[in-house]
């Protein structure tokens, strides 16, 4: 049965786990793949781990509807937006009553799923929830991306298979979950490594144009000047930093890296912990920099990284290093476990 | 195992889906069709140059001597520090140059949500470089676009 998600490696003989670390591609970003523990222990163990955070995430999500609520008096008086392709029907009722419409579907479907998460039907309304409530909040000039991820997870999850009250779900419901609840991180870390290819393939062009690039020395002054500039704010470290342009060049290329590799770290569970750390402190660096704050995708990385069903508690830093993306041949694995 | 092969599959093809929209949209002015976006945030690395800002003549009938960029306005606009604004001001400058019916929507926008009643403003093209803008708050006015008002329509509450 070839069942087994991706972050659990099936069981290997030596030999093909050697053959696969000597591809060419293996080789250049490094990371060798180990002998797992029995596959269907980590599969029962990763599966009530998994459930778990699924509540989590759906207890989030209600808390989030919650606190919107001492708004509501003020977005039901809101003028007609340009209202985004999920709002446009909005132009259609009186706008009063379709904003009231989406505050309610949006808590009444996270209460719902906060409730009943095994069931799909809740968490078909807690995505349209979210997905209304996104797309009316950002319809009003320019669109923020701080919520785009948790409604894109809320979307994928409706894929989790039902489970029944009081049965135990078969391995291949577990299986299934755990591939869902993968498929979730995958999307995550997926944005990170276009952001991170963005920065990258536009440095590549600036530079070919004789411009400054996110490569050069001064680039995160530069971006920190410009984007307070633009808002009139003053940031916590970011004047500083702009006095101090070097000091940005180190902390600008290692956020490339965290970007640019995060999609790999889904394939490798030794690195989520790991990486969530990077993405949060990431953000929070962010926020001193340049007053950029994305406190869900925070929680994301939380939920789905820093408790990763699929980290293994026998896990140490000597795997942790030799699994990282191009820097992990210089730390070799001590002994395959 | 067919529907968990099913699973695997559509999950492969929402990944690779999301992934090769997300790079169509950067052809699209806007970069996005909510919500799939390329997610090249902060990318390119600015340089000098010219961008628009909106210079307040008037708020709440009030005359402003000598006018100030609305970002500067933190008196007299709730708003000021909205990087929404911001954006509008590109895209309103970028519309008006390209003569293109995009002004009317970014007026709308503007002058119904986020500036007082009876307000007026100039579109300025400005230059800098932001690191010396930063350091000495100089700037350069190299072009003036027209100068609107809100006078006629209803203001609305946002942020």
């Known amino acids: 049965m070839s069942t087994i998600v991706n972050p659990s490696p099936p069981q290997q003989n030596p030999k093909e786990a050697v053959g696969r670390s000597a591809h060419p591609l293996r080789h250049l970003l490094g990371g060798k793949p180990k002998l797992s523990a029995p596959a269907f222990r980590l599969q029962t163990k990763s599966f009530g781990r998994a459930t778990l955070l699924v509540r989590c995430y759906y207890a989030c999500n209600l808390y989030f509807a919650l606190a919107l609520m001492a708004d509501w008096t003020g977005l039901l008086n809101r003028n007609m937006p340009a209202p985004l392709w999920p709002v446009a029907w909005l132009t259609h009722v009186p706008l009063r009553t379709g904003i009231g419409a989406i505050l309610w579907l949006y808590l009444l479907g996270a209460l719902a799923a906060a409730i009943f998460p095994q069931k799909r039907w809740t968490r078909i309304i807690a995505f349209a929830g979210v997905f209304e409530w996104v797309a009316f909040n950002n319809s009003y000039g320019k669109i923020g991306h701080s919520m785009h991820l948790w409604t894109l997870v809320s979307a994928l999850l409706i894929f989790l298979p039902d489970l029944k009250r009081g049965e135990s779900p078969s391995r291949t419901q577990r299986q299934k979950f755990l591939l869902i609840f993968w498929a979730c991180q995958a999307m995550i870390m997926l944005a990170y490594s276009m952001s991170g290819l963005g920065k990258v393939v536009v440095a590549i062009y600036q530079g070919c144009l004789g411009q400054m690039h996110a490569f050069s020395s001064n680039a995160l002054a530069e971006v920190i000047a410009e984007r307070l500039l633009e808002t009139n704010s003053r940031s916590l470290l970011g004047p500083w930093l702009i006095d101090h342009s070097s000091v940005g060049w180190p902390l600008l290329l290692g956020a490339i890296y965290l970007e640019l590799f995060a999609f790999l770290t889904v394939f490798r569970p030794s690195l989520h912990r790991f990486w969530a750390c990077g993405l949060i402190l990431f953000h929070i660096g962010s926020f001193l920099l340049l007053t950029v704050s994305f406190p869900q995708n925070c929680l994301l990385l939380a939920l789905f990284f820093l408790s990763s069903p699929f980290h293994r508690d026998d896990e140490n830093w000597r795997h942790t290093l030799a699994d990282l993306p191009l820097l992990g041949r210089l730390f070799p694995r001590q002994c395959a476990s | ?159």
């Open chain 2, 1 to 159: 195992m067919r529907a968990y092969r099913r699973i695997r599959i559509f999950i492969s093809w929402f990944l690779s889906a999301y992934f090769a929209m997300g790079l169509l949209m950067l052809l699209r002015p806007d970069m996005e069709i909510f919500p799939v976006f390329s997610w090249f945030l902060f990318a390119r690395v600015p340089q000098s140059g010219a961008q628009f800002g909106l210079l307040l003549h008037q708020v709440n009938s009030r005359k402003i001597e000598p006018p100030r960029l609305y970002q500067e306005a933190g008196d007299l606009v709730p708003t000021a520090h909205s990087v929404t604004v911001y954006k509008l001001a590109q895209e309103l400058g970028a519309a008006i140059e390209k003569n293109s019916p995009e002004t009317t929507r970014c007026r709308d926008l503007l002058e119904k949500d986020w500036l007082p009643p009876q307000s007026s403003y100039e579109l300025v093209k400005l230059n800098s470089d932001p690191v010396t803008r930063w350091k000495t708050g100089k700037y350069e006015i190299i072009q003036r676009l027209g100068t609107f008002t809100n006078a006629d329509k209803p203001s609305g509450k946002n942020e």
